[in-house]
């Protein structure tokens, strides 16, 4: 390769890491500041959040074994947000429990309620 193409590389390497940090940051952050200003997490999955986190754990592994370190950078930012939302949502249902239960309970009576209204009304032919 010429030296011309080395550099056309590396700055395409750069600037596709740059934009993985950025994605990284933006993925989780606006989650973790929301749960943190409302100390809610109902509306979030543990399974997404644990899933977020075991995959940037394997990205980090694998930037690390390619000594890659956009994928470390952008991946240990990514653990970090990922363990901050986890930590949120373990402490805040753990402190508002019966938030979540009368949450539950409040969107299946609405949806019961809506649900008779449209039937009655279709058979009113409304």
Sequence with gaps: ?????????????????????????????PQVY????????????MLMLVNFLVCSIAWTIHGVCTNSTFVVYSNVVGIILSSVSIWQKILYDKKFPQTQANRGKSLSGSAAIVDEEQIGNRREGY
């Excluded at 390769?1 to 933006?26: H, K, P, Q, V, Y």
């Excluded at 929301?34 to 999955?45: C, E, L, M, N």
């Design 34 to 45: 929301k749960s943190y200003r409302t100390k809610s997490t109902i509306d979030v999955s």
């Design 1 to 29: 390769m010429t030296e011309f193409s080395l550099c056309r590389l590396c700055t395409l390497e750069n600037f596709s890491g740059s934009i993985a940090l950025i994605t990284s940051i933006i993925g989780l952050f």
